[in-house]
């Protein structure tokens, strides 16, 4: 997805306007300039087209203790972004803090969207024309607070972001590579690619950028994507971890299928299952690799002991297949293409509905169906596969409120007895009868 970066000086409304954008309260609002250090990101999705959205700090004087930082932050969103939203203060009007960012925008020759912010009433609407005297085209006046005119705002930066899907070949498997730091993710693409197509370095953080390669492996075409390392937020000291983070997550959002690097003698640590919970949130296959095996010990079927310990510290993925690797070596690399293609197909599955509610009858039926505290129990009259890419399913039953988690993962474990889904989520939809249609 494309990324939209929100620059301007303090106490613009900046973080007020992120907030609008994503539709959510993210982003801390406060009259105090300097409030937003860090960048923070949210999806945000209009007419058809997805982006992040990236609310930056506001650019302070020289006298700020945090000017150097917050500058080095925006700079970077700048050189990573694809749109730039620069916002200034329409009661304020234009001042030289803003001929300063818009001097530091052109340079960046990147598409930029001016934002005439709390435009509450038609009082200061002549500022919105004074605007045009930074030198961009596309100008708007809006108010973060009441709403006004960010359908035309989001028109603007929609028009202005690349197409999200490139042309691809319909049989073509994009496969993202992420990870943390340093598990071996650039010397996985090299193998796979049989070329050195990203640097390798034993030092962490060295992707910085996203680095698809194309490749037939076993026949069918892969398209590779190598990605920066996941960290811990609170450990992205600089804006380049930062966006690469960003771009990690852009990179599995337009993956078919997501090979997840661990380290196998660090396995499954919390920065792994966020990024597992990701590409299952996104509806994305997903294949567990264990990288480093060549310096695991052959002693005691360490393979059993490892594929025991993935199910137990990631319980809610009994469904992605598990590979052990070496990187250095190749071992087990060649297991990686029929996995993906597995994988792949598994994600587009169907199962025919009156296969479906041969389910219903024969299994459901002799299974105690949940009830309400008033002692109303659940009924479920049909089912149907309402989509694949990942398969969904929609159940219609007479009150979709009795269903549990618990029910709701045996119904899914059943789905799965009726065909091969290995390495693909599932999504179970509940529905009142009246609902249908």
């Known amino acids: 997805m494309a990324l939209v970066a929100i620059i301007g000086r303090p106490n613009v409304g900046k973080s007020s306007l992120f907030n609008r954008l994503i539709?959510?309260?993210?982003?801390?609002?406060?009259?105090?300039?300097?409030?937003?250090?860090?960048?923070?990101?949210?999806?945000?999705?209009?007419?058809?087209?997805?982006?992040?959205?990236?609310?930056?700090?506001?650019?302070?004087?020289?006298?700020?203790?945090?000017?150097?930082?917050?500058?080095?932050?925006?700079?970077?969103a700048i050189s990573e972004c694809d749109a730039l939203l620069m916002v200034v203060d329409g009661h304020v009007g234009i001042t030289a803090a803003d001929e300063s960012v818009a001097h530091l925008l052109r340079r960046s020759r990147k598409p930029v969207v001016v934002a005439v912010n709390k435009m509450d009433d038609l009082k200061h609407e002549v500022h919105v024309a004074d605007a045009y005297s930074l030198g961009f085209e596309h100008v708007v006046g809006v108010s973060a607070l009441h709403k006004r005119n960010l359908e035309d705002l989001l028109d603007l930066l929609a028009g202005l972001l690349p197409d999200e899907e490139e042309h691809r070949d319909e049989d073509e498997i994009r496969l993202a590579i992420v990870g943390r730091p340093n598990v071996g993710k650039s010397s996985l693409l090299n193998r796979l690619a049989g070329a050195e197509r990203s640097l390798v370095s034993p030092l962490a953080g060295t992707t910085r950028d996203p680095v698809d390669t194309s490749v037939v492996m076993d026949g069918r075409h892969f398209r590779?994507?190598?990605?920066?390392?996941?960290?811990?937020?609170?450990?992205?000291?600089?804006?380049?971890?930062?966006?690469?983070?960003?771009?990690?997550?852009?990179?599995?959002?337009?993956?078919?299928?997501?090979?997840?690097?661990?380290?196998?003698?660090?396995?499954?640590?919390?920065?792994?299952?966020?990024?597992?919970?990701?590409?299952?949130?996104?509806?994305?296959?997903?294949?567990?690799?264990?990288?480093?095996?060549?310096?695991?010990s052959s002693r005691d079927r360490p393979g059993d002991t490892m594929t025991k310990r993935i199910r137990e510290d990631l319980p809610f993925l009994t469904w992605a297949p598990i590979l052990f690797t070496s990187a250095l070596n190749g071992r087990g690399v060649g297991k990686i293409a029929q996995a993906a293609v597995s994988v792949f197909e598994n994600r587009r599955r169907r199962i025919p509905t009156n296969v479906l509610n041969r389910l219903m009858r024969d299994v459901l039926a002799f299974d105690r169906l949940p009830s309400s505290k008033r002692g109303k129990s659940l009924?479920?009259?049909?089912?149907?596969?309402?989509?694949?890419?990942?398969?969904?399913?929609?159940?219609?039953?007479?009150?979709?409120?009795?269903?549990?988690?618990?029910?709701?993962?045996?119904?899914k474990k059943e789905l799965r007895a009726l065909e091969d889904f290995t390495g693909s989520p599932l999504r179970v939809f509940w529905r009142g009868k009246e609902q249908e249609g």
């Not at 982003?27 to 058809?48: F, K, L, N, Q, S």
């Not at 990179?251 to 920065?271: G, Y």
């Not at 009924?379 to 989509?387: A, E, F, R």
């Open 379 to 411: 009924k479920i009259y049909y089912c149907l596969q309402s989509g694949v890419e990942p398969p969904a399913f929609v159940f219609f039953v007479n009150d979709p409120g009795i269903v549990d988690t618990a029910f709701e993962n045996h119904v």
């Open 224 to 296: 590779l994507v190598d990605t920066a390392g996941l960290r811990r937020r609170g450990r992205m000291d600089s804006a380049l971890e930062y966006y690469s983070f960003v771009r990690t997550l852009a990179a599995v959002d337009r993956s078919d299928v997501a090979l997840l690097l661990m380290d196998a003698s660090a396995p499954c640590t919390d920065m792994d299952k966020k990024a597992a919970a990701h590409a299952v949130e996104k509806g994305k296959g997903l294949i567990l690799i264990l990288n480093k095996w060549d310096l695991v």
């Open 23 to 76: 539709g959510r309260r993210e982003a801390i609002v406060d009259d105090t300039p300097g409030v937003t250090r860090d960048r923070i990101y949210g999806e945000t999705e209009w007419r058809g087209k997805s982006f992040y959205a990236v609310d930056t700090g506001g650019i302070l004087g020289e006298e700020s203790a945090f000017s150097a930082g917050i500058e080095a932050h925006v700079n970077e």
